[in-house]
């Protein structure tokens, strides 16, 4: 059984004929569970109302660092995270690639989810582009190794990689992996202990090759996975297995289905 540990099956569709195909196919993919990331506390309840009847679905909260036009107060994150069922705070962290014009307030925006994921004991969601030193940075000087974190779509340096995992954070990997522009990335997972990785989607946006410019959905991580677990030279079985401990060792309000 797989596990898609970062999708937005909010922004695949608006339907909810075709959101049920969707989650149909995952599971007839042998997904097991997908954790559905907020990018906005604006448009979380809304979000979470899509998805809320599907068993095998969690939501987290949080704003993404490309959506500081929906930031709000560190309250008002509080609040909305402390739902009983929030399991994560994020999508949080730093993007200097799309949006380094707005470093100011993504910088303040990082170390309020980081201090909310430390008073509410749920782990954070950390995206991260072009901004390798700020994040670590915010993470050893805000950041409680009890809270649990995970880098997720990852695509920067290997030495990062290896600091965030020295802080006992997991690095979770999408379809990106098997481009083939992707070798420095794949030299990476080949150095993530597999007690430290997780799988996803990232699903509507990077699908993994074969379905490269489709529309994404959790089915594909089994594509992510079947890669990975060639990559480091183990069965998909093992991969699925290890990855799926490692979602509910790190997420550990979600109920196993």
Known sequence: MFIDSHCHLDRITEDKEELNDIIKHANEANVE???CVAVSVREFE???ARVQPFDNVSVSCGVHPLHQEDACEKSVLRDY???PYVVAVGETGLDYY???DSKAIQLTSFKDHIEVANELKKPLIIHTRNAQEDTLRLLEQNYDPNTGAVLHCFTESTEMAKAAI???IYISISGIVTFKSAKALQQTV???PLDKLLIETDSPWLAPVPFRGKKNQPKYVKNVAEFIAHLKGVTVDELASVTTQNFYDLFSLVKKD
């Open 33 to 35: 569970h997908m954790l």
């Open 46 to 48: 809304q979000m979470y």
């Open 81 to 83: 995270a402390a739902k």
């Open 98 to 100: 799309y949006s380094a």
């Open 166 to 168: 020295d802080m006992g």
């Open 190 to 192: 080949q150095e993530i």
